[in-house]
Structure formats: structure tokens, C-alpha cells
T-cell receptor, first 118, second 114 residues
Framework: AQSVAQPEDQVNVAEGNPLTVKCTYSVSGNPYLFWYVQYPNRGLQFLLKYITGDNLVKGSYGFEAEFNKSQTSFHLKKPSALVSDSALYFCAVRDIVDWGAGSYQLTFGKGTKLSVIP | NAGVTQTPKFQVLKTGQSMTLQCAQDMNHEYMSWYRQDPGMGLRLIHYSVGAGITDQGEVPNGYNVSRSTTEDFPLRLLSAAPSQTSVYFC?????????????FGPGTRLTVL
């Protein structure tokens, strides 16, 4: 079974400061990892993903995430936060050990609300 | 290119009523899925489909039916609405591929069951 944990319900950061939104995961095999963002009254938008390769993944809007296999983490980061980054952020995982079995299900974390304070 | 569209945007039902939430995509994606989003619960998978004629249950399928007669459409049916089904419902699609795994989400349907 696959699972994702986002340990913080809310993260507050001052505009211009670096931000980190934490995510840890659990899978049987190797993970596909994703970050999505949801703005108020909107659907989820894809930010970035880790499939294989370089542990530092760069995505949309200046976000990046670092895959750490030993710590089973995939934290989302940005060097300088903007007020417009305020939104709900979801981490998601899929275990690729069952690839080809017909199961393409993503498991989402509960979400972290990011508030960037002017 | 409309992407993923959902109708209606908002709906209020009485307990016991039935309704169908519509989802359509014009990206020719094989994989479509329905999620519900509840506060503090994240997104939970209701049903999914890997192609026309093929559907399967997700994490929380009870009280919902789906069918997939075409690649484009994946309606979600509530058979007898209950207050516990008050939620925001999202449809999502993606290409089935080992290297392309990004899901595209619709704008959502906000459902209230009284």
C-alpha cells in the first residue's frame, strides 16, 4: 500500500523568505512523486514531479522539490515566497512496482495551506 | 482545447435524490478518475477508468456509479444522495504511460446534500 503524509496543516511565511512544505511517503517499490497546487475555488494544477534521475526537480512558478530516498521525503521549496503563492498544496505518490497491472492510482496527502504574509 | 470540463459547478440535492455529475475531456486521454475533496481529508479516489468500457473502484466507491462508453466522457452517478456525500468533486485525466503521468483536473463540482 502507498501513503503520503503532509505533517503541517498550515505554513506561514513572510514574503521574500524561503518556504518549505513538507511531504513524506511510503511505498513498496520505487515512487513516482508529485506536487499539485490548488487556488481557491479551482481545481488542482500540476507543479512538478519526480520519476527518476536528478534528486532536485524544478517545476512551475519557481518551485522545486528534493527527493530524498533515505528519508522517504519529497519537500517542496521556493527560495523567495510571493503573496501569490498562497494556496493549498498537495503531495501525491504512486508506487511503480505494480506498473502494468492496470492500477494508475495516485494517493494524495491531506494538503498544506500556505499563507505568504506581505 | 477545453481540457477537462465538469458540469454543473454547483448543485444542491435533497436526501434520497439522484443525479449525475458530468465530466468531459478533449485531450484523448485514456485514464479518467473521480475524486472527492473534503476538509482535512485531501483527495480520495472514488472510481477510475483506464479506457472506454473499463472502470474500477477506488478508495471510497460506495454510493456512486460510473460508466465509460466513450473516451471523452466519464459521468459519476449518485444513486440516492446522502448528507455524507456533501463534498467537492473533481474529475481528472491523464495519459497512460510509464513516463507521462501528470493528471489534469477539472474545475470541480460543489455538491450539497440537505
Amino acid at each position: 500500500a502507498q501513503s503520503v503524509a503532509q505533517p503541517e496543516d498550515q505554513v506561514n511565511v513572510a514574503e521574500g523568505n524561503p518556504l518549505t512544505v513538507k511531504c513524506t511517503y511510503s511505498v513498496s517499490g520505487n515512487p513516482y512523486l508529485f506536487w499539485y497546487v490548488q487556488y481557491p475555488n479551482r481545481g488542482l494544477q500540476f507543479l512538478l514531479k519526480y520519476i527518476t534521475g536528478d534528486n532536485l526537480v524544478k517545476g512551475s512558478y519557481g518551485f522545486e522539490a528534493e527527493f530524498n530516498k533515505s528519508q522517504t521525503s519529497f519537500h517542496l521549496k521556493k527560495p523567495s515566497a510571493l503573496v501569490s503563492d498562497s494556496a493549498l498544496y498537495f503531495c501525491a505518490v504512486r508506487d511503480i512496482v505494480d506498473w502494468g497491472a492496470g492500477s494508475y492510482q495516485l494517493t494524495f496527502g491531506k494538503g498544506t495551506k500556505l499563507s505568504v504574509i506581505p | 482545447n477545453a481540457g477537462v470540463t465538469q458540469t454543473p459547478k454547483f448543485q444542491v440535492l435533497k436526501t434520497g435524490q439522484s443525479m449525475t455529475l458530468q465530466c468531459a475531456q478533449d485531450m484523448n486521454h485514456e485514464y479518467m478518475s473521480w475524486y472527492r475533496q473534503d476538509p482535512g481529508m485531501g483527495l480520495r479516489l472514488i472510481h477510475y477508468s483506464v479506457g472506454a468500457g473499463i472502470t474500477d473502484q477506488g478508495e471510497v466507491p460506495n454510493g456512486y456509479n460510473v460508466s465509460r462508453s466513450t473516451t471523452e466522457d466519464f459521468p459519476l452517478r449518485l444513486l440516492s444522495a446522502a448528507p455524507s456525500q456533501t463534498s467537492v468533486y473533481f474529475c481528472a485525466t491523464n495519459i497512460v504511460s510509464a513516463s507521462t503521468d501528470t493528471q489534469y483536473f477539472g474545475p470541480g463540482t460543489r455538491l450539497t446534500v440537505l
